[in-house]
């Protein structure tokens, strides 16, 4: 038989896998992290939709709106990462205070040395959203506080530790992160190193703290 007289090949599409509903859910949840880590809070979940290969109505079907589901990225990326006992672990006086701040910060990082919190982070700011700014009133601030309050009392001062120098150490450690994840410029890849650079600075230069030995050029 002539090609012009056969029957054409019916092909079939291979069958969707059913997803329950909680798999879907966490599907679209894991898609949507990375979509606005990718594109930002104001790219429209249509495209995420598109990017699924789903319907925009399914997205809705388990999160009512997109401000919901952008809730559920700052649950998922960022406030889940934040570990409570931190701040425990930084008021026990039993531990010298570069100690305490080198473990904390080690861990700190641990946690969020990663693009995809980076750019969340970022983007939540640029896009006009409170997320960050929930995030340091809701946790960071508090932080800081006690890293002031803590090295006060380790260097007996008689007067406050500015506010601006705790954050300049935190600050140090979150530009590390842009500079690795954003810039993509070559940085040390060791958070111990990374850490005790930035806490050695941060003592040093807190007022009291003893000068550096000199050595006598003439011993």
Same mark, same amino acid.
């Given at each position: 038989?002539?090609?012009?007289?056969?029957?054409?090949?019916?092909?079939?599409?291979?069958? #969707?896998?059913?997803?329950?509903?909680?798999?879907?859910?966490?599907?679209?949840?894991?898609?949507?992290?990375?979509?606005?880590?990718?594109?930002?809070?104001?790219?429209?979940?249509?495209?995420?939709?598109?990017?699924?290969?789903?319907?925009?109505?399914?997205?809705?079907?388990?999160?009512?709106?997109?401000?919901?589901?952008?809730?559920?990225?700052?649950?998922?990326?960022?406030?889940?990462?934040?570990?409570?006992?931190?701040?425990?672990?930084?008021?026990?006086?039993?531990?010298?205070?570069?100690?305490?701040?080198?473990?904390?910060?080690?861990?700190?990082?641990?946690?969020?040395?990663?693009?995809?919190?980076? #750019?969340?982070?970022?983007?939540?700011?640029?896009?006009?959203?409170?997320?960050?700014?929930?995030?340091?009133?809701?946790?960071?601030?508090?932080?800081?506080?006690?890293?002031?309050?803590?090295?006060?009392?380790?260097?007996?001062?008689?007067?406050?530790?500015?506010?601006?120098?705790?954050?300049?150490?935190?600050?140090?450690?979150?530009?590390?992160?842009?500079?690795?994840?954003?810039? #993509?410029?070559?940085?040390?890849?060791?958070?111990?190193?990374?850490?005790?650079?930035?806490?050695?600075?941060?003592?040093?230069?807190?007022?009291?703290?003893?000068?550096?030995?000199?050595?006598?050029?003439?011993?």
């Amino acid at each position: 038989m002539s090609d012009e007289g056969r029957v054409p090949e019916v092909r079939r599409r291979s069958p #969707r896998t059913r997803l329950s509903p909680e798999a879907r859910q966490a599907m679209i949840l894991d898609a949507a992290v990375q979509f606005f880590a990718e594109r930002g809070f104001a790219a429209q979940t249509r495209e995420l939709a598109a990017r699924l290969d789903i319907s925009e109505p399914l997205i809705y079907r388990y999160f009512p709106t997109k401000e919901a589901l952008i809730e559920r990225v700052y649950q998922e990326v960022i406030e889940s990462r934040w570990d409570d006992q931190w701040a425990n672990e930084l008021q026990d006086r039993r531990t010298p205070l570069r100690t305490r701040l080198v473990d904390f910060y080690q861990r700190y990082l641990d946690a969020i040395d990663d693009g995809i919190w980076i #750019r969340i982070v970022m983007y939540a700011s640029l896009d006009g959203l409170d997320m960050t700014r929930l995030y340091i009133a809701g946790h960071v601030d508090h932080v800081m506080g006690i890293i002031a309050a803590e090295a006060k009392a380790s260097l007996t001062l008689d007067h406050d530790v500015d506010l601006e120098l705790v954050w300049h150490l935190q600050s140090t450690l979150i530009y590390y992160l842009v500079r690795k994840h954003i810039h #993509r410029t070559p940085v040390e890849p060791e958070h111990e190193a990374v850490v005790t650079m930035a806490v050695d600075a941060f003592v040093s230069g807190l007022p009291g703290h003893p000068e550096p030995a000199v050595d006598d050029p003439g011993s």
